[in-house]
Nanobody, 126 residues
């Protein structure tokens, strides 16, 4: 089992920034990718970004490119999501996910992730 704990959510004004973190523990040898997904009220959960465990490859939803940056801290077994120029439509619960991709699923597919965190609320509002 892999345990994931998110942190860093909160309330921010439009145009502001937030940094989310996800700490992984447990059987981390069984995963090779970490991702962020989000779910806004009344909407389906959607892919935000993903990064390989080694940190060598990153993937983004097109609409996030340039505003969001995903990164890894290998020493701390954590993953971060730096979110800049936030918009009200970025308001959602953000979930950290981990899995083992073997080529069956794209990094953006929820089906490729077997472990999920509890989520952290991000609210962008003035």
């Amino acid at each position: 089992q892999v345990q994931l704990v998110e942190s860093g959510g909160g309330l921010v004004q439009p145009g502001g920034s937030l940094r989310l973190s996800c700490a992984a523990s447990g059987s981390i040898f069984s995963i090779n990718i970490l991702g962020w997904f989000r779910q806004a009220p009344g909407k389906e959960r959607e892919f935000v970004a993903a990064i390989t465990w080694s940190g060598s490859s990153t993937y983004y939803k097109d609409s996030m490119k340039g505003r969001f940056t995903i990164s890894r801290d290998n020493a701390k077994n954590t993953m971060n999501l730096q979110m800049n120029s936030l918009k009200p439509e970025d308001t959602a619960v953000y979930y950290c996910a981990a899995g083992y991709l073997s080529g069956v699923y794209l990094p953006s597919a929820e089906e490729g992730y077997g472990y999920w965190g509890q989520g952290t609320q991000v609210t962008v509002s003035s």
